[in-house]
């Protein structure tokens, strides 16, 4: 597939140097700050560059360039994009929902492992670590047992057992740490420092933003170009919101999407809510009291793209909603009766950040909003 890129490169998301693409990158040295690939692309037909693979390698001319041997796939994407129509004429909104869970190991996390671990294998990486909060440990797991890589896996010891359980099923090692994934991010930097493995935490290499960003330009094929006017995202370390609001920027540049992109809201837990902060004030204050939240997903107390995400807001005209720990319940089992689909709690948190939204009239009548069900619900029991 011939895509017409005018320059490619890997730039600190801070001061904007250029790092070499073709080198195994993780943070940047100057800034210490998440490093983003960066296309140019020229204006070119969407249909000679998609492909008909029913998996997010549809968008392989997209992503970074690797040789077939070295893709790990698991048939990661593609997922379904469901049109709720009982929710929207109750809401008097136009509603729908992108279906995430049914993604290799049960959620979207297997989209930026699939390029990483990919990554990984063509440069021929052995040992790999990461700080999770539950299903980005299952999905690095699932990827390394394929690609033959070994992984380890730092998890909050109050995660659900099955999560703990899957990852050794394939082949990883799991330590549980005290605490919230910060926690486990102190712990895989002592790690790494002693055994040189690769750190595969959020943001932390910029390979999984490249993964992620192809929910954004399946978003967009499924909906026939035309995007939502809102995007209700249940963000933790903020990977699937930069990563979508980098497919849009794209695919401006392609031409296959028009100026008007969606207003990009952040959904959190009350009991986690650090974009809250950062929204209203600019900044995580000191008697900031992270809790644990039955949608452990968002349940990152001090995200390290926080910068690039409080952006993300401002360019796109978005906000931070919150819900509570009972109407993360209360949204599972409404939208479970009403439209036959298990939400998980990060999934629900959407629907019912939403439904915030529209009371405040936040949104006009005639907009039309997408939630994601980012895991699923099996996944918490
Ligand atoms: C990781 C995760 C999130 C948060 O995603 P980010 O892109 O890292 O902000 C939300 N929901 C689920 C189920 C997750 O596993």
Request: hydrophobic share 20%; aromatic share 0%.
């Given at each position: 597939m011939p895509v017409p890129v005018m320059k490619s490169g890997l730039i600190c998301s801070l001061c904007k140097k250029t790092y070499n693409y073709n080198v195994l990158q993780t943070v940047s040295t100057c800034c210490s700050q998440p490093l983003i690939s960066e296309n140019f692309y020229k204006p070119a037909n969407s249909a000679g560059i998609i492909t008909n693979e029913p998996s997010m390698w549809r968008y392989r001319a997209l992503l970074p360039a690797l040789k077939n041997t070295d893709i790990v796939s698991l048939g990661e994407g593609w997922t379904p994009m469901v049109h709720l129509l009982k929710t929207s004429n109750q809401l008097q909104q136009d509603i729908w929902l992108k279906d995430e869970s049914v993604n290799p190991t049960g959620s979207f996390k297997a989209r930026g492992m699939s390029v990483a671990v990919s990554r990984l294998k063509e440069f021929g990486i052995k040992n790999c670590a990461i700080a999770t909060a539950g299903n980005a440990g299952g999905a690095l797991s699932a990827y390394c047992a394929k690609a033959g890589i070994k992984a380890t896996i730092f998890m909050?010891?109050?995660?659900?057992a099955l999560l703990k359980e899957e990852c050794e099923m394939f082949g990883a090692t799991v330590v549980l740490v005290d605490g919230l994934i910060d926690a486990c991010g102190k712990s895989v930097a002592e790690f790494i420092k002693i055994t040189g493995a690769f750190n595969v935490s959020t943001f932390k290499e910029p390979y999984r933003l490249e993964g992620k960003k192809t929910i954004g330009y399946e978003i967009a094929e499924q909906l026939q170009w035309k995007l939502p006017d809102i995007i209700v995202y249940p963000t933790g370390g903020g990977t699937g919101y930069i990563g979508m609001w980098k497919a849009f920027q794209e695919m401006k540049a392609l031409g296959w999407i028009g100026n008007h992109l969606p207003r990009m809201v952040i959904v959190q837990s009350q009991n986690c809510s650090p974009m809250k902060h950062i929204y209203e004030r600019g900044f995580i204050p000191d008697d900031f009291k992270p809790e644990p939240s039955d949608a452990y997903g968002l349940a990152v107390p001090y995200p390290f793209a926080k910068d690039i995400m409080a952006e993300v807001l401002s360019e796109s005209g978005g906000t931070v909603v919150t819900v509570s720990e009972h109407e993360i319940q209360f949204g599972m089992s409404e939208i479970a009766g009403s439209e036959g689909i298990l939400l998980g709690p990060e999934g629900s948190a959407t629907y019912m950040g939403l439904r915030k939204l529209i009371k405040k009239d936040w949104l006009k009548q005639d907009e039309s909003a997408l939630i994601f069900n980012t895991g699923s619900w099996a996944r918490y029991h």
């Open positions: 909050p010891a109050q995660t659900p």
